[in-house]
């Protein structure tokens, strides 16, 4: 009678250490996973657009033209798009009346995205430099007088 008890305390005492580092761990994986930025860096382009959207989770996002283009096809090309969110309202604001300019925006990635934060793993918390964009080589050829 009395190993039996004793037997029994050994399980509930496993399972609760077992219940814990389980908890802990899963706590651990979304920390890192959704919370802690494994890369920062720069990004310079033009402004394509920003906009607030989301049906549950309102979320400001937004879309940067980088120059040059890649490919992920064997024989494609296509623009080289740098999309991210924005978590900061002002930043937001003004990144909204900036389309169409050349921006450098610093950002922190995740290893995943969060539906309150954003629809991407890329979030801009700076704006470093904002100008106009240069004036295309055919907006800068002057008009052929016609005689």
């Not at 899963?26 to 033009?46: A, H, M, N, S």
């Not at 990635?109 to 704006?127: H, M, N, Q, T």
Request: hydrophobic share 40%; charged share 20%.
């Amino acid at each position: 009678m009395e190993g039996n008890r004793t037997t029994r305390r050994g399980l509930k005492k496993f399972r609760n250490i077992l219940i814990a580092v389980v908890i802990v761990g899963l706590g651990l994986f979304v920390g890192i996973r959704f919370y802690y930025p494994f890369g920062e860096g720069v990004k310079t382009g033009q402004l394509n657009f920003v906009v607030y959207k989301g049906i549950i989770f309102k979320t400001y996002e937004g879309r940067l033209i980088q120059t040059g283009f890649r490919s992920d096809a064997t024989g494609g090309i296509q623009s080289n798009e740098f999309n991210f969110s924005i978590t900061d309202k002002d930043i937001a604001e003004k990144l909204m009346t900036a389309g169409g300019q050349i921006v450098e925006l610093r950002y922190k990635e995740y290893f995943g995205a969060l539906p309150w934060r954003g629809y991407s793993k890329f979030i801009v918390d700076e704006i470093i430099n904002m100008g106009p964009a240069p004036a295309s080589s055919i907006e800068s050829v002057p008009p052929v007088d016609p005689q």
